[in-house]
């Protein structure tokens, strides 16, 4: 799985998920451009791929923002020559902290942002890029969506859970009229991941039939297959990595 030839942009790759995909993408050759919100953790992110070896460029600016997404994926492109890869990993509640409620609890001003960078953060980075892959006649976007977007979950993570679902669901239309211009789109669906709170850990491990959690090594290799040459004939599919969670 080469990428000497291509250019990744990877959303909210500052952190977490998204730098352990960003740093397994510049590790097989690939150029990326690293997205966060905050300037400083971009700039980290690029220094720590760099110091690997690998290729980066800081690309900081708010997924959630189309005018501000619009503008900077298209100097982006013109610096980089376009972009090949999309990998929309910025998640979360976004620059907020992870408010978990129940529905029937949460106030609906709060609603937005989830919605905002789960589900418009994917609408507003595959737009900007569609049509360039399209051109080029190359292209691989890869939305990182949750169980919680495919299955029903008693962690009141409801509005989450469903801004996940419609930004995997875009993938699958997407895959439908992109798939004759060489592009594909498909999901990775991350089970519970080792982000979470420490007191929670051990309970939640004793659920997962591999007895751990999932790591960015674990989301990036499925990535870096779905971007791969040997990944050009799935489309509009969900990858599961959940370490065997809900074996379905």
């Known amino acids: 799985m080469d990428f000497d030839n291509r250019t990744a942009l990877v959303t909210g790759a500052g952190q977490g998920m998204g730098l352990g995909i960003a740093q397994r993408l510049a590790s097989q050759g690939a150029r990326v451009l690293i997205n966060d919100i905050d300037p400083d953790r971009a700039h980290a992110a690029v220094l720590a791929i760099e110091s690997e070896g690998g290729r980066a460029d800081t690309a900081a600016f708010d997924v959630t923002d189309i005018d501000t997404v619009l503008a900077a994926v298209k100097e982006l492109e013109r610096r980089a020559g376009g972009i090949d890869i999309l990998v929309n990993n910025a998640g979360n509640a976004g620059s907020e902290a992870m408010n978990q409620l129940p529905f029937k609890d949460m106030p609906h001003q709060d609603w937005d942002k989830f919605l905002a960078v789960n589900l418009y953060g994917v609408l507003n980075c595959s737009k900007a890029v569609v049509s360039g892959m399209c051109d080029r006649g ?60 420490a007191e929670f850990a051990d309970a939640i491990v004793r659920t997962i039939p591999i007895r751990r959690l999932g790591t960015p090594a674990d989301a990036a290799a499925a990535v870096a297959w779905l971007a791969s040459e040997e990944a050009a004939w799935v489309t509009g599919q969900t990858l599961v990595v959940n370490g065997g969670s809900y074996a379905f």
Not at 139 to 159: F, K, M, P, Q, Y
Not at 162 to 182: D, I, N, Q, S, T
Request: glycine residues 16%.
């Open 138 to 197: 190359w292209g691989r976007i890869i939305t990182i969506s949750s169980e919680a977007g495919r299955v029903g979950l008693d962690i009141n993570v409801a509005l989450y859970g469903v801004a996940k679902a419609g930004g995997a669901h875009l993938m699958r239309h997407l895959a439908r009229e992109v798939g004759p211009f060489g592009v594909t789109a498909n999901n990775v669906s991350l089970g519970l991941m080792d982000n979470v709170p």
